[in-house]
């Protein structure tokens, strides 16, 4: 038995059993004795790793930038809920349709740095045109005061503007009015009036009682128009209303076709 064992026991045979023993034990010896520290660097590659196999733990902390992550590959789902705050978004950058109307809980739009919404400042744009009937037009109501304005004709003849202020409120206001009165490119009158008292309902026609003068503006000589520039400030307890304007007057040589014109601006606010 054993002549015939040792017949077998040859060279290569120990050679090839020892390589096999050595081949078994490498790989345990290799994950036992081989550290980070044993590769070198840029040593590994995307083709050493098998897909899917990186896994988040694998990941350092801040290794992913702006730069590794492809354009428009986010969305919405890549980000935890309040993950995004005001400093990360572009100042000016949200508009109407970037804001979930129900979110806007507690926000109160009658309120602004504490004032109610009927301090708030107000404007109105006038622009008027008056047909020669002798009628009260509405020309704007603004805080305490409305505004009426009537194109007449004066003498028979002469169209020409009044103006009617009334105090809508329910509070004693003081009404200053000024204005001047151009003809043919130079200013013919000037009328001023400052601290006109206006009771709680009560209205004075502007050119007839608070300035008591002629109207506003008129027109003399047919085909020719004439113009007034002033302003009127009304003022009740803690509110204030200003209008500036332009005024014409136009006489036709037909003098059922004859106007008057109002243009300007009216704004109001707390004093």
């Not at 001023?192 to 008129?218: D, F, K």
Request: aromatic share 8%.
């Amino acid at each position: 038995m054993r002549r015939a064992l040792r017949s077998r026991l040859t060279f290569s045979n120990v050679v090839s059993v020892l390589a096999l023993f050595v081949a078994l034990g490498g790989t345990t010896y290799a994950a036992a004795t081989i550290g980070a520290g044993d590769i070198r660097n840029d040593a590994v590659r995307s083709r050493h790793i098998d897909n899917g196999q990186v896994k988040q733990e694998d990941l350092g902390a801040g290794s992913v930038n702006s730069a590794k992550v492809a354009n428009a590959s986010l969305s919405g789902a890549d980000v935890k809920a309040n993950g995004i705050g005001g400093g990360r978004i572009t100042d000016e950058s949200l508009t109407g349709q970037d804001v979930f109307e129900p979110s806007l809980v507690g926000v109160n739009a009658d309120k602004l740095d504490s004032l109610d919404s009927t301090e708030f400042p107000r404007a109105r744009t006038v622009d008027v045109k008056l047909a020669l009937d002798g009628d009260r037009d509405p020309v704007f109501a603004l805080g305490s005061l409305r505004l009426r304005a009537r194109c007449t004709a004066y003498d028979t003849t002469d169209p020409g503007l009044d103006l009617y202020a009334k105090n809508v409120g329910s509070q004693t206001g003081e009404l200053n009015a000024g204005y001047e009165d151009w003809e043919s490119g130079q200013v013919q009158a000037t009328s001023y009036t400052e601290g006109y008292v206006l009771g709680a309902g009560a209205e004075a026609s502007v050119n007839r009682e608070v300035t008591t003068s002629a109207p506003i503006v008129s027109a003399v000589v047919p085909g020719q128009q004439e113009k007034a520039e002033g302003h009127l400030i009304f003022r009740t307890p803690g509110q204030v209303t200003t209008f500036v304007f332009h005024a014409f007057a136009f006489r036709a040589s037909n003098m059922s076709d004859s106007f008057c014109e109002l243009f300007g601006t009216a704004f109001s606010g707390a004093a």
